[in-house]
């Protein structure tokens, strides 16, 4: 009886830990992957891969596209920029930023936590993220089923690594500036950012946010459906872990710049 009570109490141990363990690895891919749960339960099927500006004559719901600047070419003068590229493997030193654009998109789909955007037939677009190659993973062709839906105009200025603060501030908060030519374009809009944003990301879009442009903070699960949706490009030329530089226009870094600088008094 005694090792029959020890071998039940060993396996009621166990059992606990093993939910223990689970426990912390849902915990820990609901922190890392915001995506996670909504994805589990959900098949691929955004299979297909699209751009605003090379499918533009075929790509389902594109009502405008805007082109807002002018191409950035040259060379990598900054010696710490040069030796990094050289660490790399890169020979060629030289860049070309595409222009800044934005566009705008009928019935479109937004995956908030990380600004993927998909046009109403499903289709990813390339330009929604800066990082092109994650949208061949798995983990980017869900289903969507039915998400709710939001009336109105709407935009994301997020991408895949808006925690990171050279990401946050090189990406995505200069696209803020796109936005303040696209209220011009499409009237009022409102900013959907995730509801776990950081302080430091609310604080910031306070003071870079242009007017017209309101700040809507909605759930960091899953997929929302967009009457109207404003994607508004990324104004670099690449980022560090793709062997390239962050090129930017330089209307896009003085907007940012002078908005923090102006508010910390710096």
Known sequence: MNSYLQTFRQNLRFRGRLREIRAIKANTLARVVPSYYSSYYLSRHFSRLGSVYTDATSLCGLADVQVIGAALEGEIENADDRRHIETLGKQDLSYRAPPATICLLEDAYLHVPDGLVAACDHTILLESTVCQRYNYSNGYHRRVGAPPKIHGTVTTIWGIWSTNHFH??????????????????????TLLAPDN?????????????????????????????????????????????DGTRAVMPPEHRDYVRDRLMSAYEV
């Open 168 to 189: 946050w501030l090189v990406e995505c908060l200069p696209r803020l500036n796109s936005l303040a030519r696209s209220v011009e374009l499409y009237g009022e809009m």
């Open 197 to 241: 944003a950081t302080a430091l990301q609310r604080e910031t879009i306070t003071h870079c946010l242009p007017d017209g442009v309101r700040v809507d903070y909605v759930s960091h699960r899953g997929w929302i459906q967009a009457e109207r949706l404003v994607l508004p490009s990324f104004a670099i030329d690449g980022t560090v872990s």
